[in-house]
């Protein structure tokens, strides 16, 4: 039925384009209510942005390199970010202002995320660690060892039980997050693995590599459920909408791509963005998804995914 997310094959509605990067926006997340969308840059800057008017409310600086990780707590009380300059930073969402500066990795941090409760703060290095943090804090609570290459991505199972890493070793890694011990590792990739989520039920864990590939596995036994392809090259980021029907995946070849995750079907390709998609991000209503362009005219692109047309461009 039009209008419904059922109805994806009705759906190519650019909603705003956000413009105010000088470099490529290389992650997007939204806040818990959300009035706020972040992203993080090429240009060493964290935008953050009023979803309803698409204006550049805040821009968080203090990183000095580029910044390809970005987050909000649960409550959306802080925002995160990871940078190329090898520290996490914690920001007060509010007002903008510097929270918390942690250090500790040896490389570059690609990858953050807060755990459900909000207590624990996951950070992925270049130097093949995952770090949890205390996030009240910053003290370091466990360092996670066994990836041989760059940690691409991180992310809590819903319950918080369990932290899954991709990794340019060509491995996702399963770990207990109350324990920090390895439950599985899974294989069969070619290329690195630059994207890692769990559905809102915890039941599935999707991935996506340097191979072109979407992969989703059964989060309880390591299975592989199903490959999703047809890219032209590498799956930079994979994100499931808020009531797990639909998985989006973002692309080197400027795609973002709508699967049914039970079927493993194709709902539907949005195109227009201006270069390869490096990020993509549900809302928590799950009205919108947010997509950030990987060339240097630094957009945010938010699509409306139940109306039809073009509605505002900044």
């Known amino acids: 039925m039009e209008g419904q997310l059922n109805g994806i094959e009705h759906m190519s ?23 706020l969308v972040a992203s993080g840059s090429y240009d060493k800057t964290v935008g953050l942005w009023d979803l309803a008017t698409g204006a550049l409310r805040h821009t ?28 996490v930073r914690l920001w007060d969402s509010a007002t903008g202002a510097l929270c918390h500066t ?13 755990s459900p409760d909000g207590k624990l703060l996951a950070s992925g290095s270049g130097d093949g660690k995952v770090r949890l943090w205390d996030s009240a804090t910053g003290a370091l609570h466990r360092t996670l060892e066994g990836h041989s290459g760059s940690v691409w991505s991180v992310a809590f199972s819903p319950d918080g039980k369990l932290l899954a890493s991709g990794s340019g070793d060509g491995k996702v890694m399963v770990w207990g997050s109350a324990t920090g011990a390895l439950q599985r ?45 047809g890219y032209l090259g590498s799956v930079w980021s994979v994100a499931f909408s808020p009531d797990g029907k639909l998985l ?3 692309s080197w070849d400027g795609t973002v791509r709508l699967w049914d995750s039970a079927a493993g079907t194709l709902q539907h390709t949005l195109e227009g963005n201006s270069g390869s998609v490096a990020a993509v991000r549900f809302s928590p209503d799950g009205k919108l998804l947010a997509s950030g362009s990987g060339v240097r005219d630094g957009t945010v692109t938010l699509w409306n995914l139940l109306t039809q047309g073009l509605e505002r461009t900044f």
Do not use: C, I
């Open 185 to 229: 590792m899974l294989g069969g990739y070619l290329d690195s693995v630059w994207s890692v989520a769990f559905s809102p039920d915890g039941k599935l864990l999707a991935s996506g590599s340097g191979d072109g590939k979407v992969r989703l596995w059964d989060s309880a036994t390591g299975a592989l459920q199903r490959m999703l392809g």
């Open 248 to 250: 989006a995946s973002g």
């Open 13 to 35: 509605s650019l909603l705003h384009t956000l413009k105010g990067h000088s470099g490529p926006v290389l992650a997007v997340a939204f806040l818990p209510n959300d009035k």
């Open 102 to 114: 942690v250090e500790g990795h040896s490389d570059s941090v690609p990858a953050v995320g807060f």
């Open 60 to 87: 968080l600086k203090g990183h000095s390199n580029s910044v390809p990780a970005v987050g909000f707590s649960p409550d959306g009380k802080l925002v995160v970010s990871g940078s190329y300059d090898k520290t």
